[in-house]
């Protein structure tokens, strides 16, 4: 903590293995730091110890990238929807692991975000982290106008190990394009490209992927074809490609 408070200026700081005190011990005697440059912050392994108890400390006003990516689980679980409250940052970037996500709930941390714009998951097959964030993309919609009421500016989302416990119709939807009354093969029923433009989703273990009903097909097929980049593994489109 001493390190950050001698240098206010920094704007980009990671740390790969961090130490602070001891389980049982009382918190170090030190004051709240604010790092009014700090853009990017980056936790690797080994920093999962009290890692919630050193982001209470701090004050980051214009953070724009956070990457956590633990080993273990975190104890106690660190409280982004409270940090990100208090911050009230430009946030672009996020970055977490399985150890960070396990006992979140992913839709109120995003909440506090609305400027993200990269959101990248890895979970486990007990983690429903990644799946609450599809459900909350597919419904998203706030009005009949088309306004977008979650994450507005998101444009990419990876999700990997994501457990298959989400439909696959879903997908589609998290686009916020609606498909009500789209011909397919005229180009002038086309509507306009959204803003979430690539997604990777990487399903573990492999599913089924032959329960995917055509109308389903239809809508990812004609995703592909307005320009998003959609990556699915297992190899979703190409294995329907030649049936739809």
Not at 154 to 163: G, I, M, Q, R
Not at 218 to 242: A, F, Q, T, V
Request: charged share 20%; glycine share 2%.
């Amino acid at each position: 903590m001493e390190l950050l408070r001698l240098a206010p200026q920094l704007e980009e700081c990671t740390f790969n293995m961090m130490e602070t005190t001891e389980p049982g011990d009382p918190d170090p005697p030190t004051n709240n730091i604010a790092m009014p440059n700090l853009r990017a912050l980056f936790f690797g392994a080994n920093c999962e110890d009290r890692l919630d108890v050193f982001l209470v400390k701090l004050y980051l006003p214009v953070l724009e990238e956070l990457h956590i990516d633990s080993i273990t689980n975190l104890e106690p679980p660190i409280d982004l929807v409270s940090h990100f409250a208090r911050w009230r940052c430009p946030l672009r970037r996020l970055l977490l692991s399985d150890h960070e996500t396990q006992q979140m709930v992913m839709k109120r941390v995003l909440l506090q975000v609305p400027t993200l714009e990269y959101l990248h998951l890895s979970s486990s097959e007990n983690n429903p982290a990644a799946c609450d964030v599809l459900y909350a993309l597919a419904d998203r919609l706030g009005s009949a106008d088309g306004t977008v009421s979650f994450l507005p500016r998101l444009k990419t989302f990876e999700s990997f190990n994501t457990p298959p416990t989400f439909s696959w119709d879903v997908i589609p939807r998290i686009f916020s394009v609606s498909f009500d009354g789209v011909d397919p093969i005229s180009p002038a029923s086309l509507p306009p490209r959204p803003v979430l433009q690539r997604v990777i989703i990487h399903v573990n273990p492999e599913p089924d992927t032959n329960e995917v009903d055509q109308e389903t097909m239809r809508r990812y097929l004609y995703l592909k074809r307005i320009g998003i980049e959609l990556d699915i593994d297992p190899p979703l489109l190409s294995s329907h490609h030649s049936s739809v």
